[in-house]
């Protein structure tokens, strides 16, 4: 990794090196955290979580061949090379600012936003891959500990690297944007997700803003422009937003919208750019209606990035679902909408409309949206409301929360509506409340771990 060596990496730091003057110059490989994972020459990160204290792996990880590791406290019976710092997370943050600020020939995109930041992520690597060698966000690594590991994983050979930002509280953004300085920001809305923290949907749009703080000089940045809170963001750094939407007074929008259920939708993008008009026509293999408006972020992007309007239809329509976002798998007895990564007010919405196409018998099975704070009890009370009025046939709602998405159901509709506290409450009935040919929604907040009642249903 270049300049990645143990001189720098004190310099970068503040820490105290021990042990290292034979490797002081040698170029770490890789950083890892996890001893199982150990290559020649990587970083150790000694990482104190809830079940295991990385400190007492160390000495094995430097027997299994790493240079050194990061530590925040002197570790007994260990004598090899080791940076002692006071906090291993900020001190990866450092270290991952330094290897970003190093790729010099590398393109970042960083995209943010309430809802969609996975999605958008996606589409926009999907449609940069027809023109650059792209590296993306893995998983979830998306957080203060996920970013830094994403920038570890960039190459130098890397030409694009699409690396999304997720938050939680307040000066959180500043962090993630200090390490990933996007040449190009996307931002897809300013939604209710961490109210909890933020309060007000203005809070959301303050944080996430901070994305812009280490952009480069000639970066662009994207909004939603049907969001009304991003519609307002002004020109930022020198650079003035470019947005997409539905509404025709966006840089680019969509028109024509044909809905086609589990087929996927179809709809033209138009492109306004010096008073001439574009127009590209889309039939997009991914269901729900909202996801138009990844497919436009995506366009934008790779416009941004001189990719040829065909190559980004040709993306565009080869997409493929990712696992727990709108994801639609067909087994022997169920077609399952697997959306159970992530849940806010909107995107369970999103969800209740695309069941809503289904033929034969629908049934959603709705967790807890967390992190929405005092008004917790009226969105999950409005999605129960939703779900009646969308004429599902069986709603079963799991979780404390979801108590109050149960009442806003049993008030709305006279169909089987169910209740369960826990997930294995759930799971003991659920094989009996299926019959053969449901369509199954699995929706719920992250931490619910719906990927459990997935997984069960594609083997009933």
Not at 106 to 129: H, N, P, Q
Not at 145 to 157: A, H, L, N, Q, R
Not at 200 to 228: A, C, V
Not at 371 to 400: M, P, T
Request: charged letters at 30%; glycine letters at 8%.
């Amino acid at each position: 990794m270049k300049n990645l060596t143990l001189k720098n990496l004190q310099t970068v730091t503040g820490g105290k090196l021990c042990n290292a003057k034979e490797v002081l110059n040698t170029e770490i490989t890789s950083v890892v955290s996890d001893s199982r994972k150990i290559r020649e020459d990587c970083l150790f990160l000694c990482i104190k979580g809830e079940k295991a204290d990385g400190h007492d792996f160390a000495a094995k990880a430097v027997e299994d061949g790493a240079l050194a590791v990061v530590c925040e406290r002197k570790i007994e019976k260990y004598n090899g090379p080791y940076l002692l710092v006071e906090s291993v997370l900020k001190a990866t943050q450092e270290i991952a600012e330094f290897y970003r600020m190093g790729l010099t020939t590398t393109k970042v995109v960083g995209i943010t936003g309430s809802v969609g930041k996975t999605s958008t992520k996606e589409f926009v690597s999907a449609v940069l891959s027809k023109k650059y060698r792209v590296r993306k966000t893995k998983g979830n690594l998306n957080n203060q500990w996920g970013v830094p590991f994403t920038i570890f994983d960039i190459k130098e050979s890397d030409e694009v690297a699409v690396i999304e930002m997720g938050i939680g509280d307040f000066g959180e953004m500043d962090h993630l944007a200090k390490m990933v300085r996007p040449d190009i920001a996307v931002i897809t809305n300013i939604g209710q997700s961490h109210l909890e923290f933020f309060k007000t949907r203005d809070g959301i749009l303050k944080e996430k803003s901070q994305i812009f703080n280490y952009m480069t000089p000639d970066g662009s940045i994207i909004l939603n422009g049907d969001d009304d809170k991003l519609s307002k963001v002004g020109t930022t750094k020198g650079i003035r937003p470019r947005f997409y939407g539905l509404s025709r007074k966006c840089d680019i929008c969509a028109e024509n919208i044909v809905d086609n259920g589990f087929k996927g939708v179809d709809f033209d993008v138009v492109m306004r750019d010096g008073g001439g008009k574009m127009s590209l026509h889309v039939s997009m293999p991914i269901p729900g209606k909202q996801m138009v408006y990844n497919a436009l972020a995506a366009t934008l992007v790779g416009l941004e990035m001189d990719v040829a309007p065909l190559l980004i239809k040709n993306a565009l329509e080869h997409l493929e679902g990712t696992s727990g976002r709108n994801n639609v798998i067909k087994t022997d007895r169920f077609t399952i909408i697997d959306d159970c990564y992530n849940a806010s007010p909107a995107s369970m919405e999103s969800a209740l409309d695309l069941l809503k196409t289904a033929e034969g018998r629908k049934v959603a099975v709705l967790g807890d949206m967390f992190e929405l704070g005092e008004d917790s009890d009226k969105y999950h009370f409005q999605i129960g409301k939703k779900a009646g009025e969308n004429d599902i046939d069986l709603i079963i709602c799991v979780g404390d929360n979801s108590e109050k998405t149960f009442m806003g159901a049993k008030m709305s509709t006279d169909k089987q509506v169910e209740f369960y506290r826990t997930v294995d409450e759930c799971l003991d009935m659920l094989k009996f409340l299926l019959k053969d040919g449901d369509t199954v929604l699995v929706k719920a907040s992250n931490g619910m771990n719906f990927s459990r009642i997935v997984e069960s249903v594609k083997l009933y």
